[in-house]
């Protein structure tokens, strides 16, 4: 008998058995985007205007009491299909932001540049567009942090002139050419001698085009200085990779740029000495030595190394910073490599940062970020960005009670075959509700179940019936769940 029919005639409503293996359902999905799309669009299509925390904020919520969590399923919004090149790859937060002409733009970042535009983040055509390729500019030497660079925090106060903080990787096999042991062609000797740093661009044309912020060393914001340690990264057992990474969104407060940055220190023997997540700010966008960095309490300095890093937050990387309105305080989401999940925190203050205790993004245990795979939630390389569509502005600094997890699959078998998709959160002071799994096979410890659209499932009592009814002979590219999400209706023992 068909899963169909077992759906029919069991009681777990109708389905169809091409959905069986845990895909997307992309029409549950569209109506979970189409019930925020009017709203978004409204205030999306409006001119933009320069954007901060309001001077005045009455909070409808408690840092205590406040609740992160999934409110629908994830649903696509670039298919890497549509890609330029091989190297046109989402391998960084999707970040977006707006013109001086109202159109709104996603920036699918790698070291060669991309973005998607269209009239709101609703309506993006899928065509990137090419703004930086390293490739054309490439600086060989470590102290100019102009090999590989990565566009991803970019910030304008009127549309057109962006300045952008840039992920930029430098590698210690570089000066080795294509030597057969050391050079970077070999195993993995680049990514064993990585060495980053923090650069700084600039736009003209509303982000079109970007160039460096000066030549070579002076567009250079944080970063190690040289010369690379004398390690044998040839024979190293595992990457020796230090510097200052991934830096965040810039938002702007009292009069400066504040952004996040990952930070990781290594003394002569290599070993770790210093991690997490530094927070530096700017008073002028157009210095790159105008940087200062936060080194406790309500002082920043100009950098030196080892950098003061957040409390607590050694193993975090990959962070957004919005200002929140329902809370009147910045909303830090962030991957933490403990537990590899996606945690949330706030302060009052990014001059004087005092962050509330993390707590991990609710319904995250439900979601498969890469469809197709079987094992639910986020992972580093899924670089997940919280924005909100409705917010106005040219940055998208600020969030509310309705914004969206923007983040890019990853599948170690396909690497580079990663899609931009977006899921709403919800922002309260709960009780949360979890989303109801997607239509199709799942299994909970041993058990194999089927869920419907409508959220309800039933449980195959024997391996025999399983078989039967679904015509399988084994689970393979089934989901697996640690618990069935509290909001699903169980309808007994799967019967056809």
């Given at each position: 008998?068909?899963?169909?029919?077992?759906?029919?005639?069991?009681?777990?409503?109708?389905?169809?058995?091409?959905?069986?293996?845990?895909?997307?359902?992309?029409?549950?999905?569209?109506?979970?985007?189409?019930?925020?799309?009017?709203?978004?669009?409204a205030?999306?299509?409006?001119?933009?205007?320069?954007?901060?925390?309001?001077?005045?904020?009455?909070?409808?919520?408690?840092?205590?009491?406040?609740?992160?969590?999934?409110a629908?399923?994830?649903?696509?919004?670039?298919?890497h299909?549509?890609?330029?090149?091989?190297?046109?790859?989402?391998?960084?937060?999707?970040?977006?932001?707006?013109?001086?002409?109202?159109?709104?733009?996603?920036?699918?970042?790698?070291?060669?540049?991309?973005?998607?535009?269209?009239?709101d983040?609703?309506?993006?055509?899928?065509?990137?567009?090419?703004?930086?390729?390293?490739?054309?500019?490439?600086?060989?030497?470590?102290?100019?942090?102009?090999?590989?660079?990565?566009i991803?925090?970019?910030?304008?106060?009127?549309?057109?002139?962006?300045?952008?903080?840039?992920?930029?990787?430098?590698?210690?096999?570089?000066?080795?050419?294509?030597?057969?042991?050391?050079?970077?062609?070999?195993?993995?000797?680049?990514v064993?001698?990585?060495?980053?740093?923090?650069?700084?661009?600039?736009?003209?044309?509303?982000?079109?085009?970007?160039?460096?912020?000066?030549?070579?060393?002076?567009?250079?914001v944080?970063?190690?200085?040289?010369?690379?340690?004398?390690?044998?990264?040839?024979?190293?057992?595992?990457?020796?990779?230090?510097?200052?990474?991934?830096?965040?969104?810039?938002?702007?407060?009292?009069?400066?740029?504040?952004?996040?940055?990952?930070?990781?220190?290594?003394?002569?023997?290599?070993?770790?000495?210093?991690a997490?997540?530094?927070?530096?700010?700017?008073?002028?966008?157009?210095?790159?030595?105008?940087?200062?960095?936060?080194?406790?309490?309500?002082?920043?300095?100009?950098?030196?190394?080892?950098?003061?890093?957040?409390?607590?937050?050694?193993?975090?990387?990959?962070?957004?910073?919005?200002?929140?309105t329902?809370?009147?305080?910045?909303?830090?989401?962030?991957?933490?490599?403990?537990?590899?999940?996606?945690?949330?925190?706030?302060?009052?203050?990014?001059?004087?940062?005092?962050?509330?205790?993390?707590?991990?993004l609710?319904?995250?245990?439900?979601?498969?970020?890469?469809?197709?795979?079987?094992?639910?939630?986020?992972?580093?390389?899924?670089?997940?960005?919280?924005?909100?569509?409705a917010?106005?502005?040219?940055?998208?600094?600020?969030?509310?009670?309705?914004?969206?997890?923007?983040f890019?699959?990853?599948?170690?078998?396909?690497?580079?075959?990663?899609?931009?998709?977006?899921?709403?959160?919800?922002?309260?002071?709960?009780?949360?509700?979890?989303?109801?799994?997607?239509?199709?096979?799942?299994?909970?410890?041993?058990?194999?179940?089927?869920?419907?659209?409508?959220?309800?499932?039933?449980?195959?009592?024997?391996?025999?019936?399983?078989?039967?009814?679904?015509?399988?002979?084994?689970?393979?590219?089934?989901?697996?769940?640690?618990?069935?999400?509290?909001?699903?209706?169980?309808?007994?023992?799967?019967?056809?």
């Open positions: 008998m068909s899963l169909a029919a077992l759906l029919l005639l069991g009681a777990c409503g109708h389905g169809t058995a091409s959905q069986v293996d845990g895909a997307r359902d992309d029409a549950a999905a569209g109506a979970v985007d189409a019930a925020t799309t009017d709203a978004a669009t205030v999306d299509a409006a001119p933009p205007s320069p954007d901060a925390p309001p001077a005045a904020c009455t909070p409808t919520l408690t840092p205590a009491a406040l609740v992160v969590g999934l629908g399923r994830p649903a696509r919004v670039w298919d299909a549509n890609r330029a090149e091989p190297n046109n790859v989402s391998d960084a937060r999707p970040t977006p932001y707006r013109t001086a002409d109202g159109r709104t733009h996603l920036m699918l970042t790698h070291f060669e540049n991309y973005r998607i535009s269209g009239a983040l609703d309506n993006l055509a899928p065509s990137p567009q090419p703004t930086f390729r390293s490739s054309d500019h490439a600086a060989l030497d470590q102290a100019s942090y102009g090999y590989h660079q990565w991803m925090a970019p910030y304008s106060e009127d549309g057109t002139h962006f300045y952008a903080l840039a992920h930029s990787e430098w590698y210690g096999c570089l000066p080795y050419g294509a030597d057969a042991v050391r050079g970077c062609a070999v195993g993995q000797n680049q064993a001698s990585w060495v980053n740093g923090v650069t700084l661009f600039r736009s003209d044309d509303g982000g079109a085009t970007w160039a460096p912020q000066g030549a070579g060393p002076a567009h250079v944080l970063a190690p200085p040289p010369p690379y340690p004398g390690w044998s990264f040839w024979t190293a057992p595992d990457p020796l990779n230090f510097g200052m990474f991934h830096p965040s969104n810039i938002v702007k407060a009292d009069g400066y740029y504040y952004a996040l940055i990952r930070y990781t220190h290594r003394v002569g023997s290599g070993a770790v000495d210093a997490g997540l530094a927070l530096a700010r700017t008073a002028d966008l157009s210095r790159a030595d105008g940087w200062q960095a936060w080194t406790g309490g309500a002082t920043f300095a100009p950098p030196t190394e080892p950098l003061t890093s957040l409390p607590g937050s050694a193993s975090w990387d990959h962070a957004s910073v919005t200002f929140n329902a809370l009147c305080r910045y909303l830090i989401v962030y991957f933490d490599y403990a537990d590899r999940q996606l945690y949330y925190t706030t302060t009052a203050s990014l001059a004087a940062p005092v962050l509330d205790p993390p707590r991990p609710a319904g995250q245990e439900y979601v498969l970020a890469t469809p197709g795979t079987i094992t639910p939630g986020f992972g580093a390389a899924n670089y997940a960005n919280l924005v909100d569509p917010w106005p502005g040219f940055n998208f600094e600020g969030s509310g009670t309705a914004p969206f997890l923007y890019g699959t990853f599948d170690p078998a396909r690497p580079v075959d990663r899609d931009v998709y977006r899921a709403p959160l919800v922002v309260s002071a709960g009780p949360y509700v979890p989303v109801p799994l997607p239509e199709g096979l799942f299994m909970v410890a041993d058990g194999i179940y089927y869920a419907n659209a409508a959220g309800a499932y039933c449980v195959f009592p024997d391996w025999a019936t399983y078989v039967r009814i679904t015509g399988r002979m084994d689970v393979a590219g089934v989901p697996r769940y640690g618990s069935v999400p509290s909001s699903m209706t169980s309808h007994g023992v799967c019967q056809g």
